[in-house]
């Protein structure tokens, strides 16, 4: 290095060098810089909460129109069934009990038909893949939308429930000869003789059993007993957990079960037409049960690992054969299966390959018991890096390493599943934003974009629609902007060869990678002076940066996000 060159480096600031690399053409420099001067503010406060509301709506609009329409035909329903028994004789005698029971009985049905779609995976990526109906459905919320219908079908069970239990039969018990004339058709010549008469019959058996089923269900679905949160002093923390999450779910196919006979075996109804339980409920449940179906027979029990290397950070990175025919996109998910650690429990993980490459590849972080499990496993299996390879402990049965091979435990994958980051392909200009490792699918973007740019695809090129048949699309993708942060500077051995890939091969810089560094003051501060120095001269003889090992250089602090968007703003208008 000369010593001009060193001078130089050491009396510039960052923020020079930064500003220097990020913008150059003196038309955008201005921009930028005018974009600095702050805008009047508005005391108005009736302004800013119509601001606020406004930003809300934009934000949010999917999902408001979806849940206003369910709660619309909930409503709806309830006003419907509620108004027919308001005019029907057993009004007499039970008032607005039975018509309570009754709206919310009809909601129950339509509930308990609808929380079956939002956990059809395969039919919901179908959906999202080959249709524009994700424009205006937010299939992202699929989860958290069954979680509003399962509240919904509580609030309906406590109604129905409830009106029956401590109104409608009570009030029927104790009703005169003369009002009880009318019902005579329903419960028999003779009044019925006492509560319990009730409680035993096939309505009543069924539904106590039905509610008992769905609180349990409910109940360890619940975050604290699903995700194990309990003290290890509560009497309850045995009962809790993922697989008693999974097994108690499952009771459904009971509840669902004992739903066709309770709608069967109705008291005030006896015309099989006005018994439409089974209508409700028919093709949902047709299609869960073609969903698992297609979900038993997909799973790739063939799945054979090829390498695997254990990083700094607790995190686990398994690369697999691609079973055949096998096809997906990048920013979608995996669920994974490993026997040796549950045979029950199957967790989702983003895909970290892309498509054009010959194999499969997760990271995983180890955060709970199944994830630290499945680490302690495939770390016996392994053995400490050679020079130049990074990772605590590595495993590569591509070079000749087989005597590992059978102690590997074997895996199960279901898949692929559509996610947020699988539209990417409809944008010009991608700004791709990861926080630690939650940067999986991020970087199987990055290595799609880096392929097509190989092939020359980058700009204006066509890709195949992934149906195997000459149809041609567009590849959209222009221009990519990645930003990683982390707070541990060893997290960067995760994905140092997909950045090493990304230096070596993109020569147009058409990708442009940013990490940075959380833990570590930002670099205008004089207690990182040192740090920056060294880092400055490393990557100036060498090239190579001293924190991630690679050519890209590392950031320290999070990023002014305000002047990222700024920058990216100006650089691409109209885009």
């Known amino acids: ?112 038909a609808l929380v079956l779609f939002p956990v059809c995976r395969n039919t919901i990526t179908w959906i999202r893949s080959k249709t524009k109906i994700g424009a205006v459905v937010p299939f992202n919320d699929n989860i958290n939308f069954h979680k509003v219908i399962a509240a919904g079908v509580a609030v309906g069970v406590v109604l129905h429930a409830g009106a029956h239990l401590t109104c409608d039969f009570p009030l029927l018990l104790h009703a005169s000869d003369a009002k009880y004339e009318p019902m005579k058709p329903f419960f028999g010549e003779t009044r019925p003789p006492n509560y319990w008469w009730f409680v035993k019959g096939t309505a009543g058996w069924t539904g106590i059993v039905m509610v008992v089923l769905m609180s349990i269900s409910f109940v360890l679905a619940q975050p604290w007993f699903r995700r194990n949160k309990l003290k290890d002093t509560n009497p309850l923390k045995k009962m809790t957990g993922f697989n008693a999450f999974w097994f108690t779910h499952h009771l459904f196919a009971i ?20 018994k439409t339980t089974w ?42 054969s691609k079973p055949p025919g096998f096809k997906y996109r990048s920013g979608q998910y995996i669920f994974i299966n490993c ?25 995983i972080r180890t955060r709970g018991d199944w994830t630290s499990r499945l680490r302690t496993v495939f770390s016996e299996a392994c053995r400490p890096p050679t020079e130049g390879e990074s990772g605590l402990l590595r495993a590569d049965l591509s070079v000749g390493i087989t005597d590992s091979n059978a102690r590997f435990p074997k895996l199960m994958i279901d898949g692929p599943y559509g996610a947020p980051a699988q539209d990417y392909r409809e944008y010009d200009v991608l700004l791709l934003i990861g926080l630690g490792i939650g940067a999986t699918p991020l970087i199987s973007i990055v290595k799609d974009v880096l392929n097509h740019i190989q092939r020359g695809e980058s700009v204006g090129g066509t890709e195949p629609d992934g149906s195997g048949k000459a149809k041609k699309k567009p590849f959209m993708t222009k221009r990519a902007y990645s930003y990683w942060v982390t707070r541990e500077e060893g997290s960067f051995e995760w994905f140092r060869g997909v950045m090493n890939e990304v230096a070596e091969k993109d020569k147009d810089g058409v990708i442009e990678l ?62």
């Open 279 to 320: 209508m409700y409920i028919a093709y949902p449940v047709f299609l869960y049960s073609c969903e698992r179906i297609v979900r038993l027979f997909r799973r790739h029990d063939s799945v054979k690992i090829q390498k695997v290397a254990v990083y700094p950070g607790n995190v686990l990175a398994l690369y697999m």
């Open 255 to 274: 509840v669902y079960a004992l739903l066709i006979v309770h709608g069967t075996s109705l008291y005030l109804t006896k015309e099989w037409y006005k």
């Open 1 to 112: 290095l000369q010593l001009e060159s060193l001078e130089s480096l050491l009396l510039q600031t960052p923020s020079e060098a930064v500003a220097r690399s990020t913008i150059t053409h003196s038309s955008k420099l201005s921009k930028a810089l005018s974009m600095r001067l702050a805008p009047s503010k508005d005391t108005s406060p009736l302004r800013h909460y119509w601001l606020q509301f406004t930003f809300f709506v934009q934000e949010n609009w999917k999902r408001i129109w979806v849940a206003g329409l369910w709660l619309s035909i909930c409503i709806a329903l309830f006003i419907w069934k509620f108004i027919q028994y308001r005019n029907r004789a057993v009004f007499n005698i039970m008032g607005y009990c039975v018509a309570t029971a009754k709206g919310a009985a009809e909601t129950l049905k339509f509930n308990m």
């Open 339 to 363: 026997g040796a650690v549950s045979p029950y429990e199957w967790h989702p993980f983003s895909v970290t390959s892309a498509p054009g490459d010959n194999y499969l590849s997760v990271h």
């Open 514 to 575: 940013h990490n940075h560094c959380s833990s570590v003051y930002q670099e205008g501060d004089a207690r990182s002076a040192l740090i920056v120095m060294l880092q400055e001269l490393n990557h100036a003889k060498k090239g190579v940066d001293i924190l991630s090992g690679t050519s890209v250089k590392t950031h320290f602090a999070r990023p002014n996000w305000r002047s990222v968007f700024k920058r990216i703003a100006v650089n691409h208008e109209n885009q």
